[in-house]
DNA sequence: ATAGGCATGTAAGCAGTTACATGATTTA
DNA sequence: TAAATCATGTAACTGCTTACATGCCTAT
């Protein structure tokens, strides 16, 4: 019981489909919470038959119909029984920092093109947030917002979605710099 | 089929037995991969029985005995597989930052406690990973043994950690300054 | 036409979590 | 004598991942 809890907290930025939020999944909510396309069709409807969401068809014209979810009553009730409780530790999986931790023993070649792809995906993530929270402030800026804007939260976890990025970015760039420098020192002493 | 490699790689540093393992994912590895007391000794007793891994008995005095485990060649190019293949995607999910999204209409209080509580354990991480560092580059500074070290993928891990607990810290030191000036407002338009 | 985006699921299998269980030794 | 640390597991459950399945509409 942990993914129904983000998909409430994401919930409250609008009523969305099931469609919808597997793209705020992918990138909005992305850098606090990871979630497979799949499992957001199935806890929505666990929240439905739950009645701590609550669903409505959308029709549309030149697309498929929706159906987009809002929460309930009985939901803010269960975020805020969430909220109380004491937060489970961050839980954190980096394939890629497994590889560099291992890297000495391996081919170095690969990891380093690894860590240059993710540096890019990390800086077009960053450029994302930064973006969103323009559009998020409005007409505010960042001091003004935080004190007197409406809702903050968003805001907040944005503002933490930039810090992750920019440091992943940085540290995939030194470190992909640090063992192409080692590499080619290597390749001289063979030759 | 994850966490073997990222406990082939934690054996990599040095052989260790199933509960010093506990200790390394409960701080060293931990910036990385987060796993459970009970995940790693399964995960050791399946890599033995695939030859992973090699385990042996260590009599101890005034201990019970231990069972400590090396990376073994099929290990290595286990390893060595898992790095020239893709990486899959950081895996992150933080039930606090779940909370500071939907803070708007929750209570401010406890969400603001767990920050500071949160930003405290990070700072004692960040000690610990900056303490690492120096014992890991020996008399080096920190550019030659990037340079010529003999190891830096441990090195590298860990400098992935200060950056990370790093900006925990502050954000979630901001997080909370944020919304305890937030409430304080409230209160006095109430009065 | 065909590729891509919109839209929603099911089913099987694997990985991870929670709770339980045991026992020795050291420190307060 | 109680709590903490060292040491290693099992069993039941839940949650997550991977693969499969379908179908419409729009733009190229």
Redesign the interface.
């Known amino acids: 019981m942990?993914l129904r809890?983000?998909v409430?907290?994401?919930l409250?930025d609008g009523e969305s489909s099931g469609y919808q939020l597997t793209k705020i999944f992918d990138v909005g909510?992305s850098?606090?919470?990871?979630a497979a396309p799949q499992q957001l069709y199935a806890e929505l409807a666990k929240l439905e038959s739950e009645g701590l969401v609550a669903g409505h068809v959308v029709v549309q014209q030149g697309r498929p119909n929706k159906r987009v979810f809002t929460v309930t009553e009985a939901g803010?009730g269960e975020?805020?029984a969430?909220?109380?409780a004491?937060?489970?530790?961050?839980?954190?999986?980096?394939?890629?920092?497994?590889?560099?931790?291992?890297?000495?023993?391996?081919?170095p070649a690969?990891?380093i093109a690894?860590l240059r792809e993710?540096a890019e995906e990390a800086a077009a993530k960053l450029a994302l947030f930064e973006k969103m929270l323009v559009h998020l402030r409005g007409d505010l800026d960042e001091e003004s917002f935080?004190?007197h804007g409406?809702?903050?939260?968003?805001y907040?976890?944005c503002?933490?979605g930039c810090?992750?990025e920019r440091?992943?970015r940085?540290?995939c760039l030194?470190?992909a710099r640090?063992?192409r420098?080692?590499a080619a020192?290597t390749r001289r002493e063979l030759s």
């Open positions: 942990a809890h983000a409430l907290a994401a409250l909510v850098n606090f919470w990871y803010i975020l805020a969430f909220a109380a004491p937060p489970k530790p961050l839980l954190i999986r980096d394939d890629l920092a497994v590889r560099v931790h291992a890297v000495d023993l391996l081919e690969p990891v690894q993710r935080l004190r409406e809702r903050v939260g968003p907040l976890t503002l933490g810090r992750l440091e992943i940085d540290w030194q470190s640090t063992l420098e080692r020192h």
